[in-house]
Each structure stands twice: as structure tokens, then as C-alpha cells.
């Protein structure tokens, strides 16, 4: 049956493919066959350094565009005056410019049309498209209210549409990342510490002794300056105690390579409590001064003995005990790492409270070699009017449901997009910037609903990335090499601004998305929240604000400011933390009031059958989710993706090294493409893992297109987190399929 917003091939239209540039070429070869990645060409003439800083992954790395005189990015360099990055950029970064000279890339407005019954799109120019857009984002309002327009974003570009929809009167705003990533860890240490570590983590890893990673890839999770500090940790002879299912990047160079059985991370973490609590090797001085419920905490722990955990864990008691002691041996100097995907099993705000309770036993938060305070540039907002204040906003879509969300869930979002009975809150229009939803999304039923039920789908991106496929609008973004962006205030041991300016003019008929949203917003009757006439204004004012320029910072791109406030607690010193009583919650009475455990408490998680295997995900260090599987340059590194197989599984499968196979979950789904089998002993028997990002559908992405599977297709169950809405995404389980599944059907 035909959907009534039915997905498009923007290929059809000749976008995608152009030609490459003849002469030499490099190839990579895989599942697809052999692609074609291009030369680079002689340069006249000395290049100079434009400042920018890399939108590849939310590091935000400051850096140099090396630009020929004739315009042509040819490298990007690290910044060596940025604590991010210590002037050395990582594969990601190095990389970026081929997110410039793709060209698959986006090229011009695009309208959907229905044509001789078919839907397609055309090509419109930027008035055409932006004033069917503000046209569209009208007719919601007068018919439902503003508020019934939202926004689904990730990275730089997302400011300035949240700027449009808040001058338009909606506060529908989701970030995916914090119900699939980043909210439980937040939610867990702000109930303990009245803070979270935030973006970057404020992890002193530069100074610790011992530095613990529980389901944090440090080193394949590529965080430039997070892994350049352990490098240097390392060499000190920091000890490194790596946790996680297979012998991960960080666990080949760790001390200890804790082999955990999947789903019983919170027992550990239990576990190792009970030690320091009842071996009375906590930090005892700091625990009396700065936190309560120590007494309670003692007595909730009493029965997470390390023999109890070892029958959940497969970790030995003594394994357990020794690790315990070696980070008590290094208090306060210790980082139980609070990792960046915390999303795995529906109780992850309590496994997450579990390693800021950890943190706090051993003193680390506020100490050097644990968690330091950061410090960042308070620049003011560019003057504007005060903001409409909406008659309804995201917290309605919740139903009562997730009391600890501090941001909109998104699949809360997504449900509300869909009509129902009774329901007052609903969303009728959707912009998606800078998030490719149908890669990243579980629950894709859900979301194809969703879709179809929209009166409106715009699309911002680069890339003809599968979420295009589904718009109403396509509007082409510049890549972030050829536009001014806000200034960059991230946190950190000093205070820093960094500066994004256009290294060269965009190609094609791309735009800045502040300009699109200043656009739109003043086709809708808000230039006031817009005025200016180029964000280079915007930029000169809040320069002067703290007394710089942009003439100034174009020369040297990042500017540090002097340090005001602590970097770590002095000894002794009197401390309040940000939560109600000014003390760390060893127990939390906000948990308890809204109905939870208010200390984390062990419930098993379900296994797979047999023939299954715990379906395990995770990152390279080339690439950043699905942005870059397209990007020539990266591609080169790694163009698809492997099946993790432990030996015993494969001699039991039949399983040969680079075999291709399909995956079939436990609700039957099967991947749309094959991947291969890479047999190593450094994953568990009970799982198999993957990498994150590739298995692309959509035949514009040339380089991306058939190569490897898509983890999260096979993603169809997951488990809801009851106190911030997280969505749990490693409770699914997938067996082989050795022969192409339409001959396995015939036979």
C-alpha cells in the first residue's frame, strides 16, 4: 500500500552520483564493489590558515583549513593552543574535508511533487522552497498552534532553528542524543553530585592513577583529548581497568581486562561498593565532610558480595576485590569514567548513579587525578526580543511519564507526532537538522507513523541521508568549511573561544543554516529575532562583549581567558554541592519521593535463546555514527563494517574468516545486506559486536550504499528507562544466516 508520504530516491533526480575528476584514482573495494575516491591535484602557490573548528564529532577540536589560492580546501590541522586538542587532530578531524569534496553531497532545494501519480521531488529554487516552508509552518499554527511544530537536531546547526521555534512560539525541541546517549549518565550524577560532567567530560585523565572504563571505548570513541591524556597516563604507569564483553582498543593496553558478562555491569558496580564499604577502604575523610546516606549505603550493600557478583558477572570474587583495592590504593586520583553511550538496559540512571556513588566513595569529584570543576566564556545573546511563552511544550508529551527527563525524549516526541484518540498534545510538523532519525532511531514502526501523519517534513543536511528521502522539503546546508558558525564556549581546565569562519565560498547552491533559519523566521513575521544582516555581525558583537574582535580571533582562532573560579576543592575546604541539602545523595530522597530505589538495586536483564547472541555495538575511530560512512577520505580507512565472532561460535556455525552472512533477530528481522565474519577470541562466546554507522539503503550515498549491516534495524526492542525515558538498546539478540535469505525462503 502507498503511503501518503512515500520515501523518494533523490538519485533519480542525478544528485547523487557525479562523476569523479579524471585521472589516478584511489579504490576501495567492498561488498558493493570498487568506489572510486579521487586524487588530489597540484597546488600554486602558498595555501593560508582559516580558523575553524571540526563539526566531524561533538568535540568541537579547534583547528586550521589550509585553503590553495584558488579556494580549494586542502587539509585540516589541529590548533595548538586548544586544550581539546593540543594542536593534533584525530583520524575524524584530519578527515573533514571530505565532507567538502563529496560529491554526493546536497546541491539544491528540493520540493516534493506528485507526478503522473508518483511522488518526486524537483528543484526549487531557495525562495520556492523557503516559502513553502514558512507557508506550511502558518498553516500549522493557525490550525493547531504554534507549538505543534518541533525540532530534531544534533550539532552546530541546531541553535539557530531552535532559535526559530522558540521566536515562533514552540519549545518542542529534542536532541536525540540525550535519550540515546548522554540522559541517564546526566540524570544519575546530578542526582548525586547536583551536576553532571557534561560535554566534554571534565575527567582529569592527564593526572589519575588509575582509571576505570566500564563500557567506555576510549580510543575507538574517538575523544581526542580524553584519549591523548591516557596515552600519557599510560606511559606514567597509570593502572587502566577496562570492563566490557570483548577486548576492546582500551582494554589491549589496560592492566586488567574484566571479560563481564553483558547485562550485569550494575552488579559489578554493586560489587565493587560492597568492597570499598565493607573493607572500609573508602575515602573516609571526604565521605564525612561532603556526603550523606553512608550508613544506609553500607547497609544496601551488604548481601553485593563479589560471590554473589561472580555468579551474575563471570568475574572471579578475587578479580573483583583486587580492582577495588587498586583504586582505593589511588584515591583520591581515580576516574570511574562516566562514559558517553549509557543507554544499554532500562536501568541505566541507576547504573549510572552507581558509578557517580563509586566516584564519590573514592573522593574524585573535585580532586586532581578525578573529576575537575570547568570553567567556560559567558557570552551574551545577541540582542532580540523576549521569546513567546508557549501554551503547551515537550513535558506534555511525556503523559506524566519519565519525571527526571531535564530535555524531550524523542521517541515521546515521535508518538506524539502520531494521531490518537484523545490526545491534546499533538505535533503536526517536523524540521530534522543535522540527525539522520532513520538511522539512528529504534522503534522504526513508530517512526514511519510518525512521519506519515506530518503536515510538514523539512530536511537540513548535507547529505542526501535516508531522513531526505521522507521530506516534504530538502533544504542543502554547507558543509562547516564554508560558513560562519556561533562561537565556541566549551568548558574546560581554562576557558576558550574558538571561531568557525568560511574557508572557502559553498559550493553549489548550499546555504548557512543561520541563514535558512533567519530566512524562514522572516518570512514568518520574526525578523526582529533576526537582526542582522550576516552572522559575522553577531559574532563582532559578542567579540567586543569580551574583549576581543573577530579581526583578532580570525588571526589566531582560539583565545584562552584566565581562570576565575576552582579547579579542584581544596583540602579541607568547605564545599557545597548543587544538590538541595548542599551534600553528594549516597541516597537519593528525589528518587525515592518519585517512586524509585533510592540506591541502585541489581534486577537481571532477559538472555538470549540458544542460537542467539547479545547484539553488542559500538564505534571506530574514523568514523562518527552514520555522518562520515560516505566521506571519501574515511572510507579509505574503513569502508564497512564486521561481525565480531568468538571462535567456539564459529566452529560451531561453520564460520569461515570474511564470510558473508545475514543477521536475523529475535523478532525475525533480518538485515538488509551481508556482512562479514571476522573470528576473534576477543569477544565473549554469548555476543558478537559491530560497529555503528554503515549498512546505508539509500543509493545516493555512493560510498556508503550496501557496505556492512545497520545495527539498528536489527534494534526492535528496547527498554525504556522509567526515570528519564532513555531508550535500553543492547537487549536484542541475533542469529546467522549463511545463505542469502530469498534462496533460504525457496528452499
Known amino acids: 500500500m502507498q503511503t501518503r508520504r512515500k520515501f523518494i530516491k533523490i538519485s533519480s533526480l542525478g544528485l547523487g552520483m557525479t562523476a569523479v575528476a579524471a585521472g589516478a584514482t584511489n579504490l576501495v573495494s567492498g561488498q558493493s564493489g570498487k568506489i572510486a575516491l579521487g586524487k588530489e591535484g597540484p597546488t600554486k602557490g602558498p595555501m593560508r590558515k582559516v580558523a575553524t573548528y571540526c563539526e566531524v564529532c561533538f568535540w568541537k577540536c579547534a583547528g586550521w583549513a589550509h585553503v590553495t589560492p584558488d579556494g580549494d580546501i586542502q587539509k585540516i590541522t589541529g590548533n595548538q593552543d586548544d586544550p581539546q586538542c593540543n594542536g593534533r587532530l584525530c583520524p575524524r578531524g584530519t578527515g573533514g574535508v571530505g565532507m567538502y569534496s563529496d560529491p554526493d553531497r546536497l546541491k539544491t532545494p528540493l520540493i516534493r511533487v506528485t507526478r503522473n501519480g508518483e511522488q518526486t521531488y524537483r528543484e526549487a529554487t531557495w525562495d520556492e522552497a523557503l516559502d513553502y516552508v514558512a ?6 499554527a493557525a490550525k493547531h498552534g504554534p507549538e505543534s511544530m518541533a525540532l530534531f537536531n544534533h550539532g552546530s546547526s541546531g541553535r539557530y532553528f531552535t ?185 541505566d540512571v541507576q547504573r549510572s548513579r552507581a558509578i557517580a556513588i563509586l566516584n564519590a566513595l573514592l573522593g574524585s569529584w573535585g580532586s586532581r587525578g578525578g573529576i575537575f570543576f570547568k570553567e567556560g566564556v559567558k557570552v551574551p545573546a545577541f540582542p532580540a526580543p523576549a521569546y513567546p511563552k508557549p501554551t503547551w ?36 510538523g517536523w524540521i530534522v537538522s543535522g540527525t539522520n532519525l532513520v538511522m539512528a532511531i529504534p522503534l522504526k514502526e513508530q517512526l514511519h507513523k510518525a512521519m506519515e501523519s506530518l503536515d510538514l517534513l523539512v530536511v537540513v543536511d548535507t547529505m542526501p541521508m535516508e531522513i531526505t528521502g521522507y521530506a516534504d522539503v530538502v533544504l542543502p546546508e554547507c558543509t562547516y568549511l564554508e560558513r560562519y558558525d556561533d562561537l565556541r564556549l566549551s568548558p574546560h581546565r581554562e576557558p576558550t573561544i574558538a571561531l568557525r569562519m568560511p574557508a572557502t565560498t559553498p559550493k553549489y547552491q548550499t546555504q548557512p543554516a543561520w541563514w535558512i533559519a533567519k530566512q524562514i523566521g522572516e518570512r514568518l513575521g520574526l525578523g526582529a529575532y533576526f537582526n542582522f544582516k550576516d552572522l559575522s555581525e553577531v559574532l563582532e558583537w559578542q567579540l567586543k562583549q569580551v574583549g576581543s574582535s573577530l579581526a583578532e580571533m580570525e588571526k589566531i582562532g582560539l583565545k584562552k581567558l584566565p581562570r576565575k573560579s576552582l579547579l579542584y576543592i581544596p583540602p579541607g575546604a568547605d564545599y557545597p554541592f548543587k544538590t538541595a541539602t548542599g551534600k553528594i545523595h549516597l541516597k537519593s530522597a528525589e528518587l525515592a519521593e518519585s517512586g524509585f530505589d533510592a540506591m541502585p538495586v541489581f534486577r537481571p536483564h532477559p538472555q538470549p535463546e540458544t542460537g542467539f547472541y547479545r547484539l553488542i555495538y559500538g564505534r571506530a575511530p574514523m568514523h562518527t555514527f552514520s555522518r ?70 539509500h543509493k545516493p550515498l555512493s560510498y556508503a550504499y550496501g557496505r556492512g549491516v545497520n545495527d539498528t534495524e536489527l534494534i526492535t526492542r528496547i527498554s525504556i528507562d522509567p526515570i528519564m525515558g532513555g531508550t535500553g538498546m543492547r537487549g536484542n539478540f541475533v542469529t546467522f544466516l549463511k545463505e542469502e535469505p530469498k534462496k533460504e525462503v525457496k528452499s
Not at 398 to 427: C, F, W
Open 135 to 140: 507557508g506550511k509552518m502558518k498553516d500549522i
Open 393 to 428: 511544550s515537550w513535558h506534555e508529551t511525556l503523559d506524566g511519564k519519565y519525571p527526571m527527563a531535564r530535555e524531550s525524549v524523542t521517541n515521546s516526541m515521535i508518538e506524539a507526532s502520531i494521531p490518537a484518540t484523545g490526545r491534546t498534545h499533538q505535533i503536526h
Open 628 to 697: 562520515t560512512a560516505n566521506n571519501r577520505n574515511l572510507v579509505a580507512l574503513m569502508p564497512e563494517n564486521a561481525i565480531w565472532v568468538n571462535p567456539q561460535v564459529a566452529e560451531l556455525w561453520g564460520l569461515k574468516k570474511d564470510q558473508h552472512v545475514w543477521l536475523k533477530n529475535q523478532d525475525g528481522v533480518i538485515s538488509n545486506f551481508s556482512v562479514k565474519v571476522r573470528i576473534t577470541e576477543r569477544i565473549r562466546w554469548d555476543s558478537v559486536y559491530i560497529v555503528h554507522g554503515f549498512g546505508h539503503r
Open 163 to 347: 532559535h526559530l521555534l522558540n521566536a515562533f512560539g514552540s519549545e518542542n525541541i529534542a536532541a536525540p542524543s540525550f535519550a540515546q546517549c548522554r540522559g541517564p549518565r546526566d540524570t544519575g550524577f546530578e542526582l548525586t553530585f547536583g551536576e553532571s560532567v557534561g560535554s566534554p567530560e571534565a575527567t582529569d585523565i592527564r593526572d589519575t592513577r588509575c582509571l576505570v572504563l566500564i563500557g567506555s571505548h576510549i580510543g575507538e570513541n574517538m575523544h581526542n583529548g580524553q584519549v591523548q591524556e591516557m596515552s600519557d597516563a599510560i606511559d606514567r604507569g597509570a593502572v587502566i581497568i577496562t570492563v566490557d564483553p570483548r577486548l576492546s582498543t582500551a582494554a589491549s593496553k589496560s592492566k586488567y581486562w574484566m571479560p563481564i558478562k553483558p547485562a550485569t555491569d550494575l552488579a559489578l558496580l554493586l560489587a565493587w561498593i560492597h568492597v570499598l564499604t565493607h573493607e572500609g577502604l573508602y575515602n573516609k575523610e571526604y565521605v564525612e565532610k561532603y556526603a550523606e546516606g553512608f550508613a544506609e549505603l553500607k547497609e544496601h550493600v551488604k548481601e553485593y558480595t563479589p560471590e554473589w557478583a561472580y555468579g551474575i558477572t563471570t568475574l572471579k570474587p578475587e578479580m573483583i576485590r583486587h580492582t577495588a583495592r587498586e583504586m582505593a590504593n589511588a584515591a583520591p586520583s581515580v576516574i570511574i569514567h562516566p562514559g558517553r553511550h549509557t543507554t544499554w538496559y532500562g536501568d
